[in-house]
């Protein structure tokens, strides 16, 4: 399974400082500072960036719901039902913020606490195995077992679609670097929750299954907290959104101004929409709201005295899409 790296990028200035700076202190008097005439102030940095829009800003409405989490509905007389689709030993721990159940290297963590979504079994002796797996279930039946399992056991909702399939790979390297082997060990079907037909972003909206040899299930997991409508609220505008994006960068250049600074972002802009955020399952959230997403990517260039300075990455920008009340 491809994975972006996304980074979001705090625009700062570096600052450098001069030394061979002298210090003479006595009893009773002031502190003498002495600095060099040639070393008493070296000029910042400037950064700045440029922006451009590869994809245009959307057109959204002027409203939008926001929708309150539901208290999950889970309690201790649930776990043993759960212990018996996963094929648990062990006992049953209830602690502050959720229910755990671990039999040897295979655990099975269960939410409780309110605002949270978060159900999870692994196999751990075996997610985290670097060995190729003899033999693997094709993606299409993969993804029908996964189904089935998910539906049988009531944790894949009606507003759910295929996210993805992907492969757990390994490499091994020897003391000089070299890699000596590679494979894949393991197999997860992924599936993602819409609300209002827009794909939720965010950790806390998926739901999957992981096969390994003979296509055993040795992870899964159902993370998302049940929704209710709350109210409508108004939703900023795409250019709005956009100054804010631009506020997480260095300063934009003026005009003919970016060649001159000496560390320089050009930011492409490819793709922005709106939809709703799920934060991860395991941490409170009250309310899922919407969010702008921006993405796309950034190169640095300039100089600082004799250091060249070059990168870029991809980005994803998450924007509030509401007001803040």
Same mark, same amino acid.
């Given at each position: 399974m491809k994975r972006l790296l996304f980074l979001l990028l705090i625009g700062g200035i570096i600052s450098l400082c001069g030394c061979g700076v002298t210090i003479e202190m006595s009893r009773g008097r002031d502190?003498?500072?002495t600095v060099p005439e040639d070393r008493q102030e070296l000029p910042?940095?400037?950064?700045?960036?440029?922006?451009?829009?590869?994809?245009?800003?959307?057109?959204?409405?002027?409203?939008?719901?926001? /929708?309150?989490?539901?208290d999950p509905k889970i309690?201790?007389?649930?776990?043993?039902?759960?212990?018996?689709?996963?094929?648990?030993?062990?006992?049953?721990?209830?602690?502050?913020r959720q229910f755990v159940?671990?039999?040897q290297d295979r655990v099975l963590e269960v939410f409780k606490q309110p605002g949270t979504g978060y159900l999870r079994f692994s196999d751990d002796s075996k997610l985290g195995i670097e060995k190729q797996a003899k033999s693997l279930p094709s993606e299409d039946e993969a993804i029908d077992k996964a189904k089935e399992f998910l539906s049988a056991n009531g944790l894949l909702p009606e507003n759910t679609f295929l996210a993805g399939v992907g492969y757990y790979e390994f490499r091994k390297y020897d003391s000089e670097g070299e890699m000596i082997t590679?494979?894949?060990? =393991?197999? =997860?079907?992924?599936?993602?929750?819409?609300?209002?037909?827009?794909?939720?972003?965010?950790?806390?909206?998926? =739901?999957s299954?992981?096969?390994?040899?003979?296509?055993?299930?040795?992870?899964?997991?159902?993370?998302w907290r049940e929704i209710d409508p709350d109210r409508e609220m108004e939703v900023i505008t795409p250019e709005e959104a956009f100054a804010r994006f631009k506020q997480r960068w260095p300063r934009e250049a003026e005009p003919e101004q970016l060649e001159q600074a000496d560390?320089?972002?050009?930011?492409?802009?490819?793709?922005?929409?709106?939809?709703? /955020? =799920?934060?991860?399952?395991?941490?409170?959230?009250?309310?899922?709201?919407?969010?702008?997403?921006?993405?796309?990517?950034?190169?640095?260039?300039?100089?600082i005295g004799e250091r060249e300075i070059r990168g870029g990455d991809h980005f994803e920008i998450i924007i509030p899409a509401i007001p803040k009340e």
């Open positions: 502190a003498t500072l910042k940095p400037t950064t700045l960036a440029s922006f451009k829009l590869v994809h245009p800003l959307p057109e959204v409405p002027e409203t939008i719901m926001v /929708y309150k989490t539901l309690s201790q007389q649930d776990i043993p039902a759960l212990m018996k689709v996963f094929d648990l030993g062990g006992r049953i721990v209830d602690r502050e159940v671990r039999d590679q494979g894949e060990s =393991a197999l =997860a079907v992924t599936f993602g929750f819409e609300v209002e037909g827009m794909k939720v972003e965010g950790p806390g909206a998926k =739901a299954v992981v096969f390994g040899e003979e296509s055993e299930i040795i992870g899964a997991s159902r993370i560390i320089r972002t050009e930011v492409n802009i490819k793709e922005v929409y709106v939809t709703y /955020y =799920a934060r991860p399952g395991c941490v409170p959230q009250s309310h899922i709201e919407p969010v702008y997403i921006f993405k796309g990517d950034y190169q640095i260039s300039g100089r």
